[in-house]
């Protein structure tokens, strides 16, 4: 059940993520958290709190994680979700470098293939609707980047709608106002936290799966997530959680190893558990 709280766009672009720093009251009961991933950023959505940072301002690849843009810019397009849009050959050549279950020529709705982008991590299917955005594959990205700017993401760029070119870049901090924005959409967040789809390819029923399997947990309460993998990100995964009936935002980039993004969001959750109502106050106050 999703919270009923939100934060309203001007107000968390304006004026979350104040990463000065932050001194507990209170020793947290969980200790100190053990995290491995490079670049952290948690935050208590409720207040726009930073509970923990590690080098949030550090600008890195973001591979997949890119595609919650893609999706942002996609659904602002407002072009219809029921429209067909093919496979083409260019999907096929811009996305390359990673694998696909989508053959050219593959026929899928707008709606089918956002989900496939952003539950299953599916390149061809955020090429594609990107490449079908009004006015084509520039506008669409040039968009991406104008909403950065708008989200007030300072230090990202997007180059590509898949995150496969190492030019998508991002800080911690950035990444957790785009999940924020991510989670006003209510097709994000059905899509991205979806266990499975059945589409048709060709003759054939293809299911697709999540790509992260927090959201197969019934322990979890994700409203909206993304993973994504590259050899210059690492893995990656951003997720907006409520722990402890609290909305939690956690941006987890470049994990070493392929289980320890999933790793490091219980050990993010267990500390919470732990240490959420206990009382912060800013260093220095």
């Given at each position: 059940?999703?919270?009923?709280?939100?934060?309203?766009?001007?107000?968390f672009?304006?004026?979350?993520?104040?990463?000065?720093?932050?001194?507990?009251?209170?020793?947290?009961?969980?200790?100190?958290?053990?995290?491995?991933?490079?670049?952290?950023?948690?935050?208590?959505?409720?207040?726009?709190t930073?509970?923990?940072?590690?080098?949030?301002?550090?600008?890195?690849?973001?591979?997949?994680?890119?595609?919650?843009m893609?999706?942002?810019?996609?659904?602002?397009?407002?072009?219809?979700?029921?429209?067909?849009?093919?496979?083409?050959?260019?999907?096929?050549?811009?996305?390359?470098?990673?694998?696909?279950?989508?053959?050219?020529?593959?026929?899928?709705?707008?709606?089918?293939?956002?989900?496939?982008?952003?539950?299953?991590?599916e390149?061809?299917?955020?090429?594609?609707?990107?490449?079908?955005?009004?006015?084509?594959?520039?506008?669409?990205?040039?968009?991406?980047?104008?909403?950065?700017?708008?989200?007030?993401?300072?230090?990202?760029?997007?180059?590509?709608?898949?995150?496969?070119?190492?030019?998508?870049?991002?800080?911690?901090?950035d990444?957790?106002?785009?999940?924020?924005?991510?989670?006003?959409?209510?097709?994000?967040?059905k899509?991205?936290t979806?266990?499975?789809?059945?589409?048709?390819?060709?003759?054939?029923?293809?299911?697709?799966?999540?790509?992260?399997?927090?959201?197969?947990?019934?322990?979890?309460?994700?409203?909206?997530?993304?993973?994504?993998?590259?050899?210059?990100?690492?893995?990656?995964?951003?997720?907006?959680?409520?722990?402890?009936?609290?909305?939690?935002?956690?941006?987890?980039?470049?994990?070493?190893?392929?289980?320890?993004?999933?790793?490091?969001?219980?050990?993010?959750?267990?500390?919470?558990?732990?240490?959420?109502?206990?009382?912060?106050?800013?260093?220095?106050?």
């Amino acid at each position: 059940m999703r919270t009923p709280f939100r934060l309203r766009p001007w107000l968390f672009a304006a004026s979350t993520l104040l990463l000065a720093p932050l001194s507990w009251s209170q020793p947290l009961p969980a200790g100190k958290l053990q995290i491995k991933s490079a670049s952290v950023l948690i935050m208590d959505e409720g207040d726009a709190t930073v509970l923990y940072s590690k080098q949030p301002q550090k600008v890195m690849p973001i591979a997949s994680i890119t595609k919650l843009m893609t999706a942002l810019v996609v659904l602002e397009d407002k072009q219809p979700l029921d429209e067909v849009v093919t496979i083409l050959q260019v999907d096929r050549d811009k996305t390359k470098a990673s694998a696909s279950r989508l053959t050219v020529g593959t026929k899928l709705t707008r709606g089918e293939l956002l989900h496939l982008a952003l539950m299953s991590s599916e390149n061809r299917a955020a090429q594609a609707v990107c490449r079908a955005h009004t006015g084509g594959l520039p506008a669409c990205i040039k968009a991406m980047n104008a909403k950065a700017r708008e989200l007030g993401m300072k230090n990202s760029r997007f180059a590509d709608p898949t995150g496969l070119s190492a030019e998508n870049v991002a800080t911690a901090s950035d990444l957790a106002k785009l999940v924020m924005a991510a989670s006003h959409e209510r097709l994000i967040e059905k899509y991205s936290t979806s266990e499975h789809l059945t589409v048709h390819v060709g003759r054939q029923l293809l299911e697709f799966r999540n790509t992260n399997s927090l959201t197969s947990k019934d322990d979890w309460e994700i409203s909206v997530q993304k993973t994504g993998f590259t050899q210059d990100a690492g893995q990656c995964l951003v997720m907006r959680a409520t722990i402890q009936e609290r909305p939690t935002v956690i941006v987890l980039l470049n994990s070493f190893g392929k289980l320890t993004r999933v790793a490091d969001a219980r050990r993010v959750r267990k500390w919470l558990e732990g240490g959420i109502g206990t009382k912060m106050a800013r260093a220095g106050k």
